[in-house]
């Protein structure tokens, strides 16, 4: 069965700090792998994708990587600030045009002043 | 309007009511969705449809039914909600195209409570 998961579950930090989101994922024929941000009462907004060929990709302060040999990906926040106050949701895609989307639960992420 | 809205914001509905939840789309992508999230669970997938005119069925349709008759509007009803039907509905948007790699736009949401 295709699944995301991911870990932890919520983490609370302190602003300025560093952290790593972590993803783990069964789906099969692998497309792409998303991460996206979503702020409290709002829908998700995608930070980055990235492809079976792709190792890292960055976007500001967060740094994605994918292994897709053991099938991880983790999400690396950088000097972190109040504003990344959300969850963090793991979606990755299998192959196959519309509706081949599989979401993780997402990791309730608070930065704390 | 700019992107893709959602109404009502919020909405508490008495067991065995009908209920639609709009969804519009200004950005002209083909492909819609609909879907519900759950606290503890990822979001999961009602109904879609790839272009106007046709939809299919996601993991969780039961209870629910869409319609596509334009490109723009693609809303959600509920025939006679039941209390488990109490979530978050997103609907998101994503244009045609070579795209696996095409991102969804997701709506802010539509909070229904059925009592």
């Known amino acids: 069965k295709n699944q995301v998961e991911q870990s932890p579950q919520s983490l609370i930090i302190l602003e300025g700090k560093n952290c790593t989101l972590q993803?783990?994922?069964?789906?099969?024929?692998?497309?792409?792998l998303r991460w996206y941000k979503q702020d409290t009462g709002r829908g998700p907004v995608s930070l980055t994708i990235?492809?079976?060929?792709?190792n890292t990709k960055s976007n500001g302060r967060y740094t994605a990587t994918l292994d897709a040999d053991t099938k991880q990906s983790s999400l690396h926040i950088t000097a972190s600030q109040l504003s990344d106050s959300a969850s963090y949701i793991c979606?990755?895609?299998?192959?196959?045009?519309?509706?081949?989307?599989?979401f993780g639960p997402g990791t309730r992420l608070s930065v704390l002043p | 309007i700019a992107g893709i809205t959602q109404a009502p914001t919020s909405q508490i509905l008495a067991a065995g009511r009908r209920m639609t939840l709009r969804c519009t789309q200004d950005?002209?992508?083909?492909?819609m969705y609909w879907y519900r999230q759950d606290l503890g669970l990822g979001l999961r997938l009602i109904h879609y449809?790839?272009?106007?005119?046709?939809?299919g069925k996601g993991e969780v349709p039961d209870g629910y039914s869409v319609s596509r008759a334009n490109t723009d509007d693609f809303p959600l009803t509920l025939a006679s909600a039941v209390p488990s039907q109490t979530s978050v509905y997103f609907c998101?948007?994503?244009?045609?195209?070579?795209?696996?790699?095409?991102?969804?736009?997701f709506g802010p949401g539509t909070r229904l409570t059925v009592l």
């Open positions: 950005m002209r992508h083909n492909a």
């Open positions: 998101a948007s994503r244009p045609k195209g070579a795209g696996e790699g095409n991102e969804q736009f």
């Open positions: 993803c783990n994922y069964t789906v099969s024929p692998f497309s792409n």
């Open positions: 990235m492809t079976f060929s792709e």
């Open positions: 979606v990755v895609s299998a192959l196959g045009y519309g509706q081949n989307f599989v």
């Open positions: 449809s790839n272009t106007a005119g046709t939809t």
